[in-house]
Each structure stands twice: as C-alpha cells, then as structure tokens.
C-alpha cells in the first residue's frame, strides 16, 4: 500500500502527453483508469518516476456512429459506458456486451478503452473483440497521427506496436463485422462474414510489424471500409453522444471539467500545472509536482491538503483527512471493501489516484449517517439483517449497496447479487446481506 513517490502532472490535451512521454522516456507512465496500472504500482511491479494523467482530458470521451456504419469510441469511454450506450450496443453489440462482463462495476467505473487495449492483458475481453472484428486504432504521438489495425497492433501479451511516445485516442470498428455470435437475449452479431462484407476477422494480415510500423498511415482506407453489399445489416445514423457527465455542467463533474478548464485557460494557454509545492521539476513548458493540493468534499465536508501524488484516494482519506471508514483489503480492485462513491459512481479507492479525483465528491458509509448522528436506513437494515460479523467489508458493501439502491427500478434478489459480486466478505456469508439491500428496498417502497 506505501508506494514509493512519484511526480504527478495533469495533462491537458493528447499533444501535452506525448511530449511528456518524450521527455522522461521509460521513467514516465500515463494513466487513464489506473484499474490496470494502479494495482501494479500497489504491488511494486511498476515504479514511474513521473504519472502522466490523461484521464481528464476533454477530447476522446465520444462514441459516434457515422452514416457508413463504423463505430468510433473515444480511448477514454470507459467499460460501463461503452456497455451502457445503446448507440454502440445499436451498431456493434459484441462490444458493449464485452465491456458488460469486465471485472466489476468498480472497474467498469473507471476503466477505459483506451487502457484496456493498451495494456493487453492476454486476459482481456476488449482486444481480442477488436481483433475479432477488424478493428483500427487512431495512435498519436502528438506530432503524427496513424492508423493501426488491432491485428497489427496487438503483438504478443502485453505487447503492444505503441511507440514510446504515441498514445491511442480512439477506435473505429465496422458495425457489420461480427462473429455469428449469439448474444444473452437474442441479438445476433453474425452480419456479413459470409457475404464478403467489409469487417472481416483477418481484413490486413501483414507481417510481424514492430513499433507501429505494420499500420496503416492516416489518410489511408481503415480496414474493411471497401464495404460491401448490405446483407441485411441495420445502420444507426449520425448516432453520437457524447458522455453525459463531463459535458454536462449541472453535474459535479461537470463543473469540476468546466472550472478545470476555466483556469487552465486563463492561466496557461499550454496544460496548466499541477498542484503547487515541493519536489516539482520543469519539462520543457511545464511543471511536474510530487506533491499537489487536492480539494475533496468529503460526506459533505469539504477537505484541502497537499500531499503526496502518489497517495490513492483510500490513503488520502485515512491518512490527510481521517475518514477511516473506507478500508484496505487487497490493494487490487479486488475485494471491495475500499469502494466510496466518486461523484455517485462506486470506485475502488485504492486503486484511484487522489489526484485523479480532485474536486469530486465523495461518499462513504458515515455519509449514510442521519443528520442526528443515528443509523441511516442502509445501514439499519444491515443490522436488523445481521449482515455484518467482523465488519471489515461492511463500509464497502454499503457502499455498493447504496449505490444500486439509487436504481428507478427495484432489483431482483439475483440483480442484487450480481451487483455485489465485487464485494467480498469472509465471514458473515451474502444471504443476510442479500436481505439488508431487500429490506432497505423495500423500506423505500420499491
Ligand atoms: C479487479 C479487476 C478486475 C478486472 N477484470 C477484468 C476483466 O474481467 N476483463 C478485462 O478485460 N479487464 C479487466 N480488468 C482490467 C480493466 O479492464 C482495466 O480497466 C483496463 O485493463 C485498463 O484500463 P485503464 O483505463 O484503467 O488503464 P490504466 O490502468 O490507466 O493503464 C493501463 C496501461 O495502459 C496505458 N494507457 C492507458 N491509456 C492509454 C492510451 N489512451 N493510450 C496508450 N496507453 C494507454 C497505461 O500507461 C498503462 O500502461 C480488471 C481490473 C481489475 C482491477
Ligand atoms: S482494497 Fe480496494 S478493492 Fe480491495
Ligand atoms: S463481515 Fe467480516 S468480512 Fe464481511
């Protein structure tokens, strides 16, 4: 949990990351969702010496579907939206329906294409869809930008034809590919394999490229774009939308975007730095720091300190603002009992930077607290229910629970289930607990 230090900057366009990768070479890592780099850094595997954030970045969050057909998604969709986006699930089911059984919904919270695809885990759902269905990436480096199919692109486990530099920010599949799959209620993917249709699993077999080489350049046709007959397919026209939450100003997160950029603006006309204090250095035009000042709202109260970029949100509130309820089980995303809510949404806290999440709000179980100091509904139920022994789980599982309780429809015993499945208990079992989140549904008459 105590990983070494490193220094942190905000990027604040794709261009501002490249150069930043340029500049400290192997000892820079970016991060997007940190649900594939963080457990790594938890663990020791990884040690940058400088974070590179690219997770807030205004561009890359979009998911279109042009008049042709092809599905474009920004690198920064993360799984549950892209799972969620009835465009995407319209044009192309395969992958929301790949991005629906990542990990749990935590992961899916935060996770974004971009990294999944750049990480390559062997395990991984989305890259082996995109090779399936012939996918390209748009791949920068700042000064150029190329075309790369996920073929070309994916060379080995963990391998990647990613320069040091370049960074993808987005992917383009053909609504017609697909696999002949069946999908869980009835949706068939199977469109246009036999019939020659542009999307094929092996559109551009080349040989083994290195370093982005293999790709195609910018200008050059994307895989399968000769089309094809129509078979039947359906089209989704001019579909775009765009993700709700940053764009949307009368969401917390959507003024935290707005006055992010506000400033930036004012202040510098390159990405502005990050944080102020000490052990920062220059690159070039800007500044990385090892410590910045985080405001966070805190179950209503509002916390500033300078620390350490390094800290994960769950260090950040036990050790600099003394909100311990959160607890620390894994360090890997894994058992849940760290999970607050970001703005609403469940995160793992010990895998989400603290200074990923500046200006958000957040949630933890002594957030459901009446104002009086006495139990809240939830956690009534929880201890009519007996759904806690030790304890140690209880905070995230509220937490979890809370969140699905925010649902317009009540959820059946089994969607309960499948909604806690990322929240671990060893010793109380989940039938009681199962029955606390019932009970506290029913108690507000759903
Ligand atoms: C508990 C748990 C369960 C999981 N289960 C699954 C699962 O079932 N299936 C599955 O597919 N995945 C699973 N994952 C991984 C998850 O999907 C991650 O979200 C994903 O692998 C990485 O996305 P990220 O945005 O979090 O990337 P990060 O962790 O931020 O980054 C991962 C890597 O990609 C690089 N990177 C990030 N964005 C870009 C970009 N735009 N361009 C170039 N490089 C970039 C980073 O430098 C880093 O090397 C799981 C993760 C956890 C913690
Ligand atoms: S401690 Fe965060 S998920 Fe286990
Ligand atoms: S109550 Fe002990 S781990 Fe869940």
Same mark, same amino acid.
């Given at each position: 949990?105590?990983?070494?230090?490193?220094?942190? &900057?905000?990027?604040?366009?794709?261009?501002?990351?490249?150069?930043?990768?340029?500049?400290?070479?192997?000892?820079?890592?970016?991060?997007?969702?940190?649900?594939? @780099?963080?457990?790594?850094?938890?663990?020791?595997?990884?040690?940058?010496?400088?974070?590179?954030?690219?997770?807030?970045? *205004?561009?890359? #969050?979009?998911?279109?579907?042009?008049?042709?057909?092809?599905?474009?998604?920004?690198?920064?969709?993360?799984?549950? #939206?892209?799972?969620?986006?009835?465009?995407?699930?319209?044009?192309?089911?395969?992958?929301?329906?790949?991005?629906? @059984?990542?990990?749990?919904?935590?992961?899916?919270?935060?996770? /974004?294409?971009?990294?999944?695809?750049?990480?390559?885990?062997?395990?991984?759902?989305?890259?082996?869809?995109?090779?399936?269905?012939?996918?390209?990436?748009?791949?920068?480096? +700042?000064?150029?930008? %190329?075309?790369?199919?996920? &073929?070309?692109?994916?060379?080995?486990?963990?391998?990647?034809?990613?320069?040091?530099?370049?960074?993808?920010?987005?992917?383009?599949?053909?609504?017609?590919?697909?696999?002949?799959?069946?999908?869980?209620?009835?949706?068939?993917?199977? #469109?246009?394999? %036999?019939? +020659?249709?542009?999307?094929?699993?092996?559109?551009?077999?080349?040989?083994?490229? =290195?370093?982005?080489?293999?790709?195609? =350049?910018?200008?050059?046709?994307?895989?399968?774009?000769?089309?094809?007959?129509?078979?039947?397919?359906? %089209?989704?026209?001019?579909?775009?939308?765009?993700?709700?939450?940053?764009?949307?100003?009368?969401?917390?997160?959507?003024?935290?975007?707005?006055?992010?950029?506000?400033?930036?603006?004012?202040?510098?006309?390159?990405? #502005?730095?990050?944080?102020?204090?000490?052990?920062?250095? /220059?690159?070039?035009?800007?500044?990385?720091?090892?410590?910045?000042?985080? /405001?966070?709202?805190?179950? +209503?109260?509002?916390?500033?300190?300078?620390?350490?970029?390094?800290?994960?949100?769950?260090?950040?509130?036990?050790?600099?603002?003394?909100?311990?309820? *959160?607890?620390?089980?894994?360090?890997?995303?894994?058992? +849940?009992?760290?999970?607050?809510?970001?703005?609403?949404?469940?995160?793992?806290?010990?895998?989400?930077?603290?200074?990923?999440?500046?200006?958000?709000?957040?949630?933890?179980?002594?957030? @459901?607290?009446?104002?009086?100091?006495?139990?809240?509904?939830?956690?009534?139920?929880?201890?009519?229910?007996?759904?806690? !022994?030790?304890?140690?789980?209880?905070?995230?599982?509220?937490?979890?629970?809370?969140?699905?309780?925010?649902? &317009?429809?009540?959820?059946? %015993?089994?969607?309960?289930?499948?909604?806690?499945?990322?929240?671990?208990?060893?010793?109380?079992?989940?039938?009681?607990?199962?029955?606390?989140?019932?009970?506290? !549904?029913?108690?507000?008459?759903?």
């Amino acid at each position: 949990m105590f990983t070494r230090p490193f220094r942190y &900057e905000r990027a604040g366009q794709y261009t501002h990351a490249c150069e930043l990768l340029r500049t400290h070479g192997d000892d820079a890592k970016v991060i997007a969702g940190g649900q594939s @780099l963080l457990p790594m850094i938890n663990l020791g595997l990884v040690q940058p010496e400088v974070v590179v954030d690219i997770s807030r970045l *205004p561009e890359g #969050r979009n998911i279109t579907v042009d008049a042709d057909g092809y599905l474009t998604l920004g690198a920064l969709v993360t799984h549950a #939206r892209l799972a969620a986006d009835a465009c995407a699930r319209a044009a192309q089911p395969l992958l929301p329906e790949a991005a629906s @059984l990542i990990g749990n919904s935590r992961v899916r919270n935060r996770g /974004t294409l971009g990294g999944s695809l750049a990480h390559a885990d062997p395990a991984a759902e989305l890259p082996l869809v995109m090779v399936a269905l012939g996918a390209t990436y748009e791949v920068t480096s +700042g000064h150029a930008s %190329r075309s790369v199919g996920a &073929e070309d692109f994916h060379l080995g486990f963990f391998t990647t034809s990613l320069d040091a530099d370049e960074l993808i920010v987005s992917v383009r599949a053909s609504a017609r590919a697909g696999l002949g799959l069946e999908l869980p209620g009835g949706v068939t993917t199977g #469109r246009g394999l %036999r019939d +020659g249709v542009g999307g094929s699993p092996h559109p551009q077999r080349r040989g083994p490229g =290195r370093g982005g080489t293999g790709g195609r =350049r910018r200008g050059e046709r994307p895989a399968g774009a000769a089309g094809g007959r129509g078979v039947g397919s359906h %089209r989704v026209r001019g579909c775009r939308h765009r993700e709700p939450d940053r764009s949307d100003p009368s969401h917390p997160a959507g003024q935290r975007y707005e006055r992010d950029r506000t400033v930036q603006a004012a202040a510098h006309p390159r990405p #502005r730095h990050q944080g102020a204090g000490r052990g920062g250095g /220059t690159i070039g035009t800007s500044r990385v720091s090892e410590s910045v000042t985080i /405001t966070l709202v805190v179950n +209503g109260h509002r916390f500033t300190r300078a620390a350490g970029a390094h800290l994960t949100l769950l260090r950040w509130l036990r050790d600099e603002a003394a909100v311990t309820d *959160p607890k620390y089980g894994c360090g890997e995303g894994v058992c +849940g009992a760290c999970t607050v809510l970001v703005d609403g949404e469940p995160v793992s806290s010990c895998i989400v930077l603290a200074a990923q999440v500046d200006g958000a709000e957040i949630t933890t179980a002594a957030g @459901l607290l009446e104002r009086d100091g006495s139990l809240g509904p939830l956690q009534r139920a929880f201890h009519q229910c007996h759904a806690a !022994q030790c304890g140690f789980c209880t905070p995230g599982m509220l937490m979890a629970a809370a969140a699905l309780l925010r649902a &317009e429809e009540p959820r059946s %015993r089994d969607e309960i289930r499948a909604e806690l499945h990322g929240n671990l208990c060893r010793c109380t079992g989940y039938g009681p607990i199962v029955d606390a989140v019932e009970a506290a !549904q029913r108690e507000r008459g759903r």
